[in-house]
């Protein structure tokens, strides 16, 4: 089923042999999934492939899983585009459209990685997992684990919200609270290791991007094969920016789409706002940022393993890194809820709050045709949040 050929290092094009588990390159970077365009050209068409099943494994010849016997899914992808003509008419443009992935199984995007990844750590004979989350990955981790057969360790910060210790704790995941972000909770999680526990951290393991890039994919198909001038994308470790910009890099070699790219803005929150620092600052790489404060929990990530990766697509593609204020963050989830019946997690209104700022200050330099903004996940999870946006 997979035209999957090999590894490839993101950072020194060190080639790995996808028959074993692997983590970082040697070098320290991450490592991509590489495929055979040929051979998938000659096994599928843009046509043919909208005719399957609406899940991401109808992008099967594109996914690192080799036998159908080891796919662990729950019936993930499939989200709906939605067109937003209200907030678009207020803020005087054409469309805006959302990408709404709290449609996904437990609540966000964070399945499509899980599902892929952890099938593929079946295949590979992975017995037991660990990762560092803020939330909606370790629920999601847990729950496609149980069902592969998979132990799943997650390290959580303390304060995260109760519903993602109780999703663990209800698929029977071992759940271990410390700090006060993620890097503090993935600090801890390095310290008691263990020998047999395969680590499934951000872009530590090459597969988890694999299923994130299928965002890209959906929404190509949903768009007609016409990508949109700018994707808004509310970024902590990035994997679904770099799975989408990875799957457009893919199609276009399979002839699906042109060279267009949308403009990649990168969404954060001031309290918590390394990349966008490090954009404004011309640098390469970011550095780690100081008392992480937000309620979008999501990206309350200090430092990102791969922004090295994430800010080279910002500049590639002409976009921008914007920090959002949490009042901006709450009135975006306002105007979203009372124009268009949209409940938008923290990080999707962060996401509209950066489009929103953008306008108000740049307009000259966004595109207007069709920007798309993606909703991560479902703000049910977030009561906290909730307490305090809702009047």
Excluded at 18 to 30: E, I, M, R, V, Y
Aim: aromatic letters at 10%.
């Amino acid at each position: 089923m997979s035209h999957l050929t090999h590894l490839e290092c993101t950072s020194c094009g060190q080639k790995y042999d996808p028959k074993q588990p692997h983590n970082l390159c040697a070098c320290g970077s991450p490592l991509f999934a590489r495929y055979d365009p040929k051979k998938i050209s000659s096994a599928i068409s843009r046509e043919t492939l909208l005719k399957r099943d609406n899940t991401i494994w109808r992008y099967r010849e594109l996914l690192p899983v080799d036998s159908g016997e080891n796919i662990v899914t729950l019936g993930e992808g499939g989200t709906p585009l939605i067109l937003a003509s209200k907030i678009a008419s207020r803020l005087g443009i054409k469309y805006i459209l959302f990408k709404d992935e709290s449609f996904s199984p437990t609540g966000s995007f964070k399945a499509r990685g899980m599902s892929v990844a952890v099938s593929k750590a079946k295949e590979l004979g992975v017995t037991k997992i660990c990762l560092p989350s803020a939330g909606n990955a370790g629920s999601a981790a847990a729950a496609y684990g149980v069902k592969a057969g998979i132990e799943v360790n997650v390290f959580m910060p303390q304060e995260v919200e109760e519903i993602y210790q109780q999703e663990c704790q209800a698929y029977g995941a071992r759940l271990t609270l410390f700090g006060n972000s993620i890097l503090e909770a993935g600090q801890e999680m390095n310290r008691r290791i263990k020998k047999d526990w395969f680590d499934f951290s951000t872009l530590k393991e090459p597969y988890r991007v694999e299923g994130k890039k299928t965002m890209g994919y959906e929404l190509a198909g949903q768009l007609n094969w016409i990508l949109p001038d700018a994707i808004f994308y509310p970024t902590g470790g990035g994997t679904g920016l770099i799975g989408m910009w990875k799957a457009f890099e893919e199609m276009e070699q399979l002839g699906w789409i042109d060279s267009f790219r949308p403009k990649m803005y990168v969404v954060q929150a001031e309290g918590c706002a390394p990349l966008v620092k490090a954009f404004l600052e011309g640098k390469q790489m970011s550095e780690p940022w100081q008392n992480p404060q937000t309620l979008a929990t999501g990206i309350r990530v200090p430092k990102a393993l791969a922004d090295f990766i994430i800010l080279k697509i910002v500049r590639e593609s002409g976009g921008k890194a914007v920090a959002v204020s949490e009042t901006e963050i709450q009135n975006a989830f306002r105007l979203a809820a009372k124009t268009e019946g949209i409940l938008l997690c923290p990080e999707g209104a962060a996401a509209l709050a950066g489009l929103i700022k953008l306008l108000r200050y740049e307009k000259n330099d966004i595109p207007f045709r069709r920007p798309v903004i993606f909703n991560t996940g479902s703000v049910l999870k977030y009561r906290n949040y909730l307490r305090q946006t809702l009047p």
